[in-house]
């Protein structure tokens, strides 16, 4: 069963997948708040047969396919959650939802699972072991609910756990391979500046929380400059500077918030204190007062040498050599980590750019869509790692 190329029952399953997608992205919910994505998929899982269909969580989904030979055991995932943002595209499948919008991918990457389920359901006598499906909310929203699934137990038994993000920001026909560190972890933190407000035209008479934010906005730049090894992965990012309330007040108090990532535990150590020491240092310069939050995020996305050969050897086989595209590590970040905790693991990325049909915008954006031809790729990637690992 190994290196089948292109599945003709993927062919037979492309205009459900594509169709699963559609009515996904008009529905789009918020993390937390999948249920009635969460009841289409149990539903639609149920409908293949040879499937144990659980919900671990309030919110997630889970489907069993244990094959009618003894075996090991793969997790496969897909994400579930839309972004509060307003759509701006003009299709005929927009958002429905008010200020909530499919704009990562999550609507592919649950149908892309929905269509591997319905097609490995009906191979049960050739599997060796048991395919596990892990339709998972709350990707997008800290915590993330990777870990609360994993806390339920999705991940008792489990040998190996994949997963596949779909890019826009690359063209469809590539798939992007990463071997170690691949997603950084993203850390946030939060800090008030506390001076004293007065008039514009008095400023010896205040304590400038604006312009002692700016030299500690400044200054923090200086931990990744001149307190990290250049060689080393380390971004520090201010995302919010919001003080004042007019031209010709100077303000009480700023607050400044932004994100950390990295890789190495070291920085998740060391970063936080290098901040504290930067902001005490500059506040007590000028008599001003702080609070300081620093809070940890998901874990590092690192993925497996030996199960990331088995996705490379897989699409190489499957699509050829031109298909692979091996890439190094990006500062973004995925809570698929918390599964990674448990198992050897691959998260691959799916090319699904195009721009000959205008496909060009970034996630996140308003205008974000992918190539719904990318879909095929990871129905078919799925099916043949199985392959590969189980059959």
Avoid at 44 to 56: D, H, Y
């Amino acid at each position: 069963m190994q290196g089948l190329k292109i599945y003709s029952e993927v062919e037979s399953v492309k205009q459900e997948v594509i169709d699963w997608r559609r009515y996904l992205h008009k529905h789009p919910e918020l993390s937390y708040h999948e249920e009635k994505t969460s009841q289409f998929v149990y539903e639609t899982l149920l409908s293949f047969g040879n499937l144990e269909v659980t919900r671990p969580t309030k919110y997630s989904v889970m489907a069993s396919l244990i094959g009618s030979h003894p075996g090991k055991t793969l997790g496969i995932r897909a994400d579930m959650d839309a972004l509060p943002i307003e759509e701006e595209n003009s299709f005929d499948f927009v958002s429905q939802t008010p200020g909530v919008m499919h704009a990562c991918g999550h609507d592919g990457h649950t149908a892309m699972l929905l269509g591997t389920a319905k097609i490995l359901a009906g191979m049960k006598d050739q599997i060796k072991g048991e395919v596990r499906f892990f339709f998972q909310h709350a990707e997008e929203y800290f915590p993330g609910g990777a870990q609360e699934m994993v806390d339920a137990g999705v991940m008792d038994g489990v040998d190996y756990v994949i997963a596949a993000h779909l890019m826009s920001t690359f063209e469809v026909g590539k798939v992007g391979i990463v071997y170690g560190p691949m997603m950084a972890a993203p850390d946030g933190f939060f800090l008030t500046i506390k001076g004293k407000g007065g008039r514009g035209s008095a400023p010896h008479e205040t304590i400038d929380s604006i312009a002692i934010g700016a030299q500690v906005v400044t200054n923090l730049q200086y931990i990744v400059s001149r307190n990290t090894d250049p060689l080393d992965n380390l971004v520090l990012s201010i995302g919010k500077f919001s003080g004042g309330e007019a031209a010709n007040v100077i303000a009480n108090s700023v607050e400044i918030s932004g994100t950390v990532r990295s890789f190495d535990l070291k920085f998740r150590e060391s970063t936080p204190l290098l901040m504290e020491r930067v902001i005490k240092g500059i506040k007590e310069a000028h008599g001003a007062s702080y609070e300081f939050k620093y809070l940890t995020g998901y874990r590092p996305v690192i993925n497996d040498d030996e199960v990331t050969k088995v996705i490379e050897e897989t699409v190489r086989e499957v699509y050829g050599e031109e298909t692979v595209d091996l890439q190094g590590p990006k500062m973004g970040a995925e809570d698929f980590s918390a599964f990674q905790q448990k198992a050897p693991s691959n998260y691959f990325l799916i090319g699904a750019g195009n721009k000959e049909k205008g496909i060009i915008y970034p996630h996140h954006h308003p205008r974000f869509t992918f190539d719904e031809d990318a879909m095929e790729y990871g129905v078919n990637i799925f099916i043949n790692a199985v392959c590969k690992i189980l059959v």
